[in-house]
């Protein structure tokens, strides 16, 4: 599929003599409507505004918008690491996408086409705004600005590192006022890294794309490396044409990022949905929820990954006895350290927190004795993995441990 027939598709390919005004009625619709509008404004400043209307049952990667809708300020907190998201409604959320003339984001760098997904006049509204002349760059920032304004967040992919400081620069250049500083940001590329890249290693947007929502290979996108040079082609010849697969590579980064927001939002969800995650991928949300002090749902992903054949090892059982025990589930925690000891697990945990409980609530100093000196002998087996001050202290608090043990083993011989 070409890049015309990909635009074709998405909607977003259609000459302005053929688009039918917007009927000002229109915005009042209920957010359940199904609309399909598509403005191309040129604008005499040298900017174009190209925008489409999803309705909100449109499905992208399997995944329908207004499931975005659905989103609980909790969850944008978790996966932002910022509780201020707590207040945020989904509904004013601004999905960014930008594309640029180079990577490097330094002062000659113009950030060309300014894709935006907004949910708007009943849908999903992408407005893409095109600098036609990089002379009327502020002209496109001022109408980015406005398509902003009244936003709670902004959502993104490496927006934090390169998209927003860009945006930033350019709007300080052309010293303009109304625009919005320090905006509540979430870029999802953190937390897709931390629940994805366990099993994926790389987490690009496209590899995302493929390996997580399921989407086909863009085995016709222009390569990010190409776009500038297709600008700069569209600058010198003015054939529209040339910024067709641009446009097309926006828009869908921009679903993209929508469906990637709603799938991580259900992997931290309250109850999480661990059946749509590979079980490597549920370790890692519990990582992320138990950073989060969510531990009884943090506690939830482990098991379901557990719960997978072959995939339990010492190293999970230890990290669900450490949630047992912070859940006040004493007892279950006891049985797998219990069990770990007794396969002789190659970790200090299990030895150490039977050791605490024998002698401070069983006060069977004996097998506390024992138990220590189980830890004090792995502890050479895994020193490699612990930095050198760390090595010390745990042996000192070993010995420690080991020397009052003792003391109170005598004291009962007297």
Same mark, same amino acid.
């Given at each position: 599929? =070409?890049?015309?027939?990909?635009?074709?598709?998405?909607?977003?390919?259609?000459?302005?003599?053929?688009?039918?005004?917007?009927?000002?009625?229109?915005?009042?619709?209920?957010?359940?409507?199904?609309?399909?509008?598509?403005?191309?404004?040129?604008?005499?400043?040298?900017?174009?505004?190209?925008?489409?209307?999803?309705?909100?049952?449109?499905?992208?990667?399997?995944?329908?918008?207004?499931?975005?809708?659905?989103?609980?300020?909790?969850?944008?907190?978790?996966?932002?690491?910022?509780?201020?998201?707590?207040?945020?409604?989904?509904?004013?959320?601004?999905?960014?996408?930008? &594309?640029?003339?180079?990577?490097?984001?330094?002062?000659?760098?113009?950030?060309?086409?300014?894709?935006?997904?907004?949910?708007?006049?009943?849908?999903?509204?992408?407005?893409?705004?095109?600098?036609?002349?990089?002379?009327?760059?502020?002209?496109?920032?001022?109408? #980015?600005?406005?398509?902003?304004?009244?936003? =709670?967040?902004?959502?993104?992919?490496?927006?934090?590192? #390169?998209?927003?400081?860009?945006?930033?620069?350019? #709007?300080?250049?052309?010293?303009?006022?109304?625009?919005?500083?320090?905006?509540?940001?979430?870029?999802?590329? #953190?937390?897709?890294?931390?629940?994805?890249?366990?099993?994926?290693?790389?987490?690009?947007?496209?590899?995302?794309?493929?390996?997580?929502?399921?989407?086909?290979?863009?085995? =016709?996108?222009?390569?990010?490396?190409?776009?500038?040079?297709?600008?700069?082609?569209?600058?010198?010849?003015?054939?529209?044409?040339?910024?067709?697969?641009?446009?097309?590579?926006?828009?869908?980064?921009?679903?993209?990022?929508?469906?990637?927001?709603?799938? +991580?939002?259900?992997?931290?969800?309250?109850?999480?949905?661990?059946? &749509?995650?590979?079980?490597?991928?549920?370790?890692?949300?519990?990582?992320?929820? &138990?950073?989060?002090?969510?531990?009884?749902?943090?506690?939830?992903? +482990?098991?379901?990954?557990?719960?997978?054949?072959?995939?339990?090892?010492?190293?999970?059982?230890?990290?669900?006895?450490?949630?047992?025990?912070?859940?006040?589930?004493?007892?279950?925690?006891?049985?797998?350290?219990?069990?770990?000891?007794?396969?002789?697990?190659?970790?200090?945990?299990?030895?150490?927190?039977?050791?605490?409980?024998?002698?401070?609530?069983?006060?069977?100093?004996?097998?506390?004795?024992?138990?220590?000196?189980?830890?004090?002998?792995?502890?050479?087996?895994?020193?490699?993995?612990?930095?050198?001050?760390?090595?010390?202290?745990?042996?000192?608090?070993?010995?420690?441990?080991?020397?009052?043990?003792?003391?109170?083993?005598?004291?009962?011989?007297?």
């Amino acid at each position: 599929m =070409d890049a015309r027939e990909r635009l074709l598709r998405l909607g977003y390919l259609k000459q302005a003599s053929s688009i039918a005004p917007t009927d000002p009625s229109a915005r009042h619709e209920p957010r359940g409507a199904t609309v399909e509008r598509d403005q191309v404004r040129s604008r005499p400043d040298g900017v174009t505004v190209q925008s489409r209307v999803h309705p909100l049952d449109h499905i992208h990667a399997a995944i329908t918008l207004s499931d975005a809708l659905a989103h609980r300020g909790e969850q944008l907190a978790i996966l932002s690491g910022d509780e201020r998201f707590r207040r945020v409604d989904p509904a004013r959320l601004a999905i960014l996408d930008c &594309e640029t003339t180079g990577l490097s984001g330094g002062t000659g760098t113009l950030a060309f086409l300014l894709g935006v997904g907004t949910f708007a006049e009943g849908g999903f509204r992408i407005d893409q705004i095109v600098v036609d002349d990089p002379a009327e760059e502020r002209a496109a920032l001022q109408q #980015f600005a406005a398509i902003l304004k009244g936003k =709670d967040a902004i959502v993104s992919f490496n927006g934090k590192t #390169f998209d927003w400081p860009l945006l930033e620069m350019r #709007f300080l250049y052309h010293r303009l006022d109304d625009w919005p500083r320090a905006p509540l940001h979430c870029d999802l590329l #953190f937390p897709a890294r931390r629940i994805f890249r366990r099993r994926l290693g790389g987490c690009a947007l496209q590899r995302l794309e493929s390996a997580v929502l399921g989407l086909a290979d863009r085995d =016709d996108d222009i390569p990010g490396w190409a776009i500038p040079g297709r600008y700069f082609q569209y600058l010198r010849s003015r054939d529209r044409s040339a910024l067709e697969p641009i446009l097309a590579h926006n828009a869908q980064d921009i679903l993209t990022l929508t469906a990637l927001l709603v799938r +991580l939002g259900r992997a931290v969800g309250n109850p999480p949905a661990p059946d &749509e995650h590979d079980p490597c991928d549920l370790v890692s949300v519990a990582g992320v929820l &138990e950073d989060a002090g969510h531990t009884d749902r943090a506690l939830f992903c +482990l098991e379901r990954a557990r719960a997978h054949p072959g995939f339990d090892d010492d190293g999970l059982r230890a990290r669900a006895a450490l949630l047992y025990r912070r859940l006040d589930r004493r007892d279950r925690a006891v049985a797998i350290w219990e069990s770990l000891a007794e396969a002789g697990a190659l970790s200090l945990e299990p030895y150490v927190e039977l050791a605490k409980r024998a002698e401070h609530r069983l006060r069977d100093y004996a097998l506390a004795s024992d138990l220590t000196q189980r830890a004090l002998g792995v502890l050479p087996r895994i020193a490699a993995h612990l930095p050198a001050f760390e090595r010390q202290r745990v042996r000192e608090g070993l010995e420690h441990r080991l020397e009052r043990v003792h003391r109170r083993i005598a004291r009962r011989t007297l």
